[in-house]
């Protein structure tokens, strides 16, 4: 262990209400679905499972707390993730 | 003798296996990198057998040693052998295992039992990509890129060859991601980023990309078995997909792939140039940093293997600027090991001719890239010969010499026995006078239009085909003359000193072979890796 990290344990009482906090985005997804929000419904749907991700990545897997190298790491995976998606669309959007 | 002062060989890792076992369930990253060396040397020989096959072939117009369909085969797993089974694998796994943590002061890998099933991984998935030929409905005949819809609608075995690949992505994955945590975490104290060997940083670059492209392909492989047994329409029109997206998918993995391959043996150029010119290898930090901006910049251009498959003409302006902007780090590279020789006191010896040939028929393969990845040029080319033979270039001539190069490098560290040097020379000149004769005349039937993966052709073609083919015969004699002298090595027993070449990184300041836990006393790590007054000096004195 690098001594930039510390050692971290969380309570159970909050990790029920980041579990708390799923459900209740679970159910934004579901509700969302049920309107029909014309452009903007893949970007509402994305949006919302993105940030319930972001809650399992910070809590549940623990990056929050994790040294500066992995957290360099993991944002360097999403960026390439992110340029792999987007790249493509210089081909499908330009047909 | 105490254990540690003991070879690897005498010592095993776990203590107490014996004969076999000692070999199987290891944990120690020298034997592992072994174990794939032998493996690896299996799969090169077949496949440069099966390629052999495929030119005798074509020397002359119609069928002369085989059926169409059994060409097809030929040249599928000519593809997936040599990719999978020796291009990705055979410097980092070899190599990189035994050497990596040997660079960095280290006495082992971070997951030493990780690294132990990427082996069983890799094996394994040699293993399926055989058996894929005999069980089924036939033998694949896509090619090793897999394309849609020929691969989801052929009747021969597909399903259990990308099993096979997929299988081999994961072991590369996982090799690439030990050796990051390696070198992130087990560097000896006092080796800073700076005083990396410049082959552990090709690595460390290559593992990236192993790490973050690899999932994508996998991934790829799953759509194909899902399309072919589900019929899910993800690449068929008919059902809203699109069958351009299985080439993004592919390519996404497989250009930066060609990274994978090439970036290692980038990696063992740069540890033999400044050895045998006896001077500091020219811009440390500038080859340390085109090792990365390869590793990121080559991720950025899949699309160029796609101009001619319709995609927007906006991708296609966008990819051919960015596919230019990789010979940026690349002649970088090559620029800082011409200056290094540069006025530097040169000694011949194997590995060095061979990294001059690598230096070379890389620079012709990486100038002929040029031609393919500017849009106009590559219409004209695209999956002809040309492409056949550029991707050779790159990949026999570049990597391919590498890993000769490494061979004959490395060789006396890891047996602590010195190799024939005349019969390693006449070995290397064959190879590369049959690759000349091999490889050109494919760029000019590629120009005149001769197309690749075609069983037959025009009678114009018919002396370029023949050329090549002889020239195919010289190449293998050259490399298994190579082969065959090092194996002469186990029985002529020459002993190697520990520093046979005047090396100045860690792995030729320990025994050859080295002992188990690598070092005997603490590693010395010095402020600049290739810094040569100590072997000047040395020399000096002996005369």
């Known amino acids: 262990m690098s001594e930039h990290e510390v050692e971290h344990q969380l309570s159970y009482g909050f990790l029920a209400l980041i579990l708390a906090g799923l459900i209740v985005l679970t159910g934004v997804t579901v509700g969302v679905s049920y309107i029909d929000w014309g452009f903007l419904n893949v970007p509402i749907a994305l949006f919302v499972a993105s940030s319930k991700a972001t809650l399992v990545l910070l809590f549940f897997m623990h990056i929050k707390y994790e040294g500066l190298v992995i957290k360099v790491s993991f944002i360097s995976t999403m960026f390439f993730l992110a340029i792999m998606i987007s790249f493509t669309f210089w081909d499908v959007a330009f047909r | ?321 960015l596919t230019f902007l990789v010979a940026i780090p690349t002649a970088v590279k090559v620029f800082s090991w011409i200056s290094t020789m540069y006025k530097g006191s040169i000694l011949m010896t194997p590995p060095l001719l061979l990294s001059l040939v690598f230096i070379y028929l890389f620079t012709v393969g990486g100038l002929t890239g040029l031609v393919l990845g500017a849009a106009g040029p590559d219409i004209h080319v695209h999956d002809t010969q040309f492409v056949v033979s550029h991707f050779h270039f790159t990949m026999f001539g570049g990597t391919g010499f590498a890993f000769f190069a490494a061979l004959h490098f490395w060789w006396p560290k890891m047996f602590g026995i010195m190799y024939n040097f005349k019969r390693a020379y006449i070995g290397i000149i064959l190879a590369t006078i049959g690759f000349i004769f091999h490889y050109i005349p494919m760029f000019i039937l590629g120009m005149q239009g001769m197309p690749r993966r075609y069983y037959d052709y025009l009678p114009q073609f018919e002396t370029g085909n023949f050329l090549a083919g002889f020239g195919g015969y010289l190449v293998v004699a050259g490399v298994m003359m190579m082969f065959i002298n090092l194996f002469l090595s186990f029985r002529e027993k020459v002993e190697a000193a520990a520093d046979p070449w005047g090396g100045t990184t860690l792995e030729w300041s320990i025994p050859s072979p080295p002992p188990v836990h690598n070092f005997i006393d603490e590693p010395v790590v010095k402020d600049y890796p290739y810094d040569f007054s100590e072997v000047i000096m040395r020399s000096k004195k002996e005369k």
């Open chain 2, 1 to 321: 003798m105490t254990t540690e002062h003991q070879s690897f060989y005498e010592t095993p890792a776990p203590a107490g296996l014996t004969g076999i076992k000692a070999w199987l369930l290891t944990h120690d990253h020298k034997r592992l990198g072994l174990m794939y060396l032998w493996a690896v040397f299996f799969w090169l020989i077949l496949a440069l057998f099966l390629g052999l096959a495929l030119r005798t072939e074509l020397m002359s117009i119609g069928e002369t040693i085989m059926s169409a369909e059994v060409y097809n085969a030929t040249f599928t797993l000519h593809g997936v052998i040599m990719i999978f089974l020796f291009v990705i694998p055979a410097i980092p796994a070899i190599f990189g295992n035994f050497f990596l943590p040997i660079q960095i002061g280290a006495d082992d890998v971070f997951f030493p039992r990780l690294n132990l099933f990427s082996w069983y991984l890799f094996m394994i998935g040699g293993f399926f990509a055989v058996i894929a030929l005999f069980a089924g409905d036939g033998f694949p005949d896509t090619g090793w890129t897999f394309y849609v819809p020929f691969s989801v609608s052929t009747e021969s075995n597909v399903s259990l060859t990308v099993t096979a690949a997929f299988i081999l992505g994961m072991s590369s994955m996982l090799t690439g991601l030990n050796f990051v945590t390696t070198v992130h975490r087990m560097r000896v104290k006092g080796m800073g980023w700076m005083q990396i060997p410049l082959f552990t940083w090709s690595l460390y670059a290559t593992a990236w990309v192993q790490i973050l492209a690899t999932p994508v392909v996998s991934i790829t492989f799953v759509l194909i078995i899902l399309e072919r047994f589900l019929n899910i329409g993800l690449f068929d029109p008919d059902k809203g997909g699109d069958p351009l997206l299985y080439q993004h998918l592919f390519w996404m993995y497989s250009h930066p792939a060609v990274y994978i391959m090439i970036l290692p043996g980038m990696g063992v150029i740069s540890e033999i140039i400044p050895v045998f010119s006896r001077k500091a290898i020219f811009g440390y930090k500038g080859i340390v940093v085109s090792s990365m901006a390869i590793a990121i910049a080559g991720s950025l251009v899949w699309a160029h293997h796609m101009y001619t498959s319709g995609m927007s003409d906006v991708s296609v302006f966008v990819f051919s600027l």
